[in-house]
């Protein structure tokens, strides 16, 4: 209980140097930040491989970069964090990621909902471009 505390202090969130994370705190981050990173080469991966099933290659495509985007941002204020870097470490970045990320999300979620009911639109789409001639590599 005596971790939850501090929490609720705006002190703890908009102090601009603050404590340094405990040591299981920097693993957690740790954890989750490369779970991201590598849910986002898997959605990478499965974006390149799934030719037949349109939602789940086009979820692939817009979840690809949130999950690399927000693992790699969240690495970098981990960083700044273990650095004790001024400003760069405040908590409130900790804050700003979370919630902008969030709505990002929520905006991807939004749109793949309406995949589904899209597939036919896709599908006519793909067929379509099949047939125009693709750029030259240099």
Do not use: Q
Not at 7 to 25: A, D, N, V
Not at 28 to 45: A, D, M, N, R
Not at 69 to 83: I, K, P, R
Request: aromatic share 22%; net charge positive.
């Amino acid at each position: 209980m005596g971790y939850i505390k501090p929490l609720l202090t705006l002190s703890f969130w908009f102090g601009i140097t603050p404590p340094p994370l405990l040591p299981i705190f920097y693993w957690v981050f740790f954890v989750l930040f490369s779970v991201l990173l590598l849910i986002g080469i898997v959605c990478g991966w499965i974006y390149k491989k799934e030719k037949n099933n349109f939602v789940l290659r086009f979820s692939a495509k817009y979840l690809k970069k949130w999950f690399i985007l927000s693992g790699a941002l969240g690495f970098l204020l981990l960083m700044f964090s273990y650095e004790r870097a001024v400003f760069l470490s405040a908590r409130f970045w900790f804050l700003i990621w979370g919630v902008g990320f969030g709505v990002w999300l929520g905006f991807i979620i939004k749109k793949i909902k309406t995949l589904p009911d899209r597939k036919d639109e896709l599908k006519r789409h793909a067929e379509y471009n099949k047939y125009l001639p693709k750029t030259k590599k240099r």
